[in-house]
């Protein structure tokens, strides 16, 4: 089967950097999202990793190994409004509808 | 303009009523989607229907029916309202199925009583 596994909770200081990983099992591969939702908010696209290695995009960047089932989102300069709970998801094998793991909440301390 | 949008943003009912929420995306996507996201935050796909081909999530129960008058609109109508059916609904689009960006409707916030 298909399984997503992230912390449930990470706090970290503004200002600083914090890296939230993600540890994915699926057969195939066709993908892995990280999405952002705010409390009481939908969520929305952070990004989409299908190569290994480093994507970066301004303070957010995400990280992919296939061959080791992981990824990583980080944060850099961390600001009162990235206080959210960030959710990877990777395509089902069978008809790529999304799993979604449990999302990691961050907190944030001034 | 709002990209997906959902009514009503809260629904309150009582158990054994049947209700619908509606769904329009003005992104001229091809799929869109039905998440269920429950007290514990979990969000599981329900439904996706792309290009006419229906795609349900097993565990959904058959109370739960999407329908779909044309590409723009994806509507979800729920029978026989359990207390267990309480949770935050979302409405989603996306380019086509696969690898895409999801865009997401606001919730719909169902409360059965």
């Known amino acids: 089967g298909q399984n997503i596994d992230q912390p449930t909770e990470m706090t970290a200081t503004e200002g600083a950097i914090v890296q939230i990983n993600c540890t994915y099992q699926?057969?195939?591969?066709?993908?892995l999202f990280w999405y952002q939702q705010h409390a009481g908010e939908a969520p929305t696209f952070l990004s989409y990793n299908v190569l290994d290695g480093l994507e970066e995009k301004g303070r957010f960047s995400s990280f992919l190994s296939r061959s080791k089932g992981y990824s990583y989102l980080l944060l850099k300069e961390l600001q009162m409004k990235d206080s959210a709970s960030y959710l990877c998801?990777?395509?089902?094998?069978?008809?790529?509808?999304?799993?979604w793991g449990a999302g990691t909440k961050l907190i944030i301390k001034p | 303009d709002t990209a997906v949008s959902q009514t009503p943003k809260y629904l309150v009912t009582q158990m054994g009523n049947d209700k619908s929420i509606k769904c329009e995306q003005n992104l001229g996507h091809d799929t869109m989607y039905w998440y269920k996201q429950d007290s514990k935050k979990f969000l599981k796909i329900m439904f996706s229907y792309n290009n006419k081909e229906l795609i349900i999530n097993e565990t959904v129960p058959n109370r739960f029916s999407p329908k779909s008058p044309d590409k723009a609109h994806l509507n979800l109508h729920i029978n026989s309202l359990e207390l267990g059916d309480s949770a935050v609904y979302f409405c989603?689009?996306?380019?086509?199925?696969?690898?895409?960006?999801?865009?997401f409707g606001p919730g719909t916030r169902l409360t059965v009583t």
């Open positions: 998801a990777v395509p089902m094998d069978s008809n790529y509808q999304l799993i």
């Open positions: 699926t057969s195939g591969f066709n993908g």
């Open positions: 989603a689009s996306s380019q086509a199925a696969g690898g895409y960006e999801q865009y």
